[in-house]
Every structure is written in C-alpha cells, then in structure tokens.
C-alpha cells in the first residue's frame, strides 16, 4: 500500500528522553509515520537535555533546558513552528494498529 500524501499536515512529537526505551518507541513511532506517511514530521525537544532522535529526523531544539520538561510549551512550540495549516500531535508512548490509522 502506498503512503498516505497530506502536504498541509505537521506531526508534531513532543521528546524527552527520559529512558532506552523512551527512545526507542520514538524511533518505532517515527519508522511508522515515515512509512506510512508523506508529511512533515517535527521532533520538539530542549537543547543540551540530552534527547537523541533517529538519523534523519527533523528536530527543533528549545532553548531554557532546566531539568524540567513543559509539555504543554513544547507542543506550542511545535504548533508555531510548524508551517502547515493543520498540525497533529503525536506521543511517543502513543501504539494504535494499522488497521484502525489506513
């Protein structure tokens, strides 16, 4: 099947690596949307927190890292920056079988 196309469309993932596993669901979670979709995919983390990304992801780093991670300002961030008319937001701790996203 081939992917699903949505140009006016930003998935934006909130990250903080907190643990190997958080990492990894972000990177089953980013193979997953590359695969099955052509949109934007925008990775929102702090600079200097630490929070790897798979190799070719898309990252914007948030200045002020103070320990503290704000969902909420991470995800605005992400909205703003986004460039897209629509703007999804996507948890890395988020699984839904295929059959129930195609």
């Not at 699903?4 to 990177?27: A, G, H, M, W």
């Not at 460039?83 to 079988?97: I, L, S």
Request: aromatic share 14%; hydrophobic share 45%; glycine share 6%.
């Amino acid at each position: 099947m081939a992917r699903v196309f949505i140009p006016d469309l930003t998935i934006v993932i909130p990250y903080y690596q907190d643990s190997k596993e958080r990492y990894e669901n972000l990177c089953a979670v980013y193979d997953f949307l590359k695969r099955k979709f052509n949109v934007k995919i925008l990775i929102v983390r702090y600079a200097g927190s630490g929070s790897k990304i798979p190799d070719g992801a898309v990252s914007l780093q948030l200045p002020g890292w103070n320990g503290v991670f704000h969902r909420t300002m991470v995800i605005n961030e992400g909205i703003n920056f986004a460039g897209t008319p629509f703007v999804a937001v996507w948890d890395v701790d988020v699984f839904v079988k295929v059959s129930h996203v195609l």
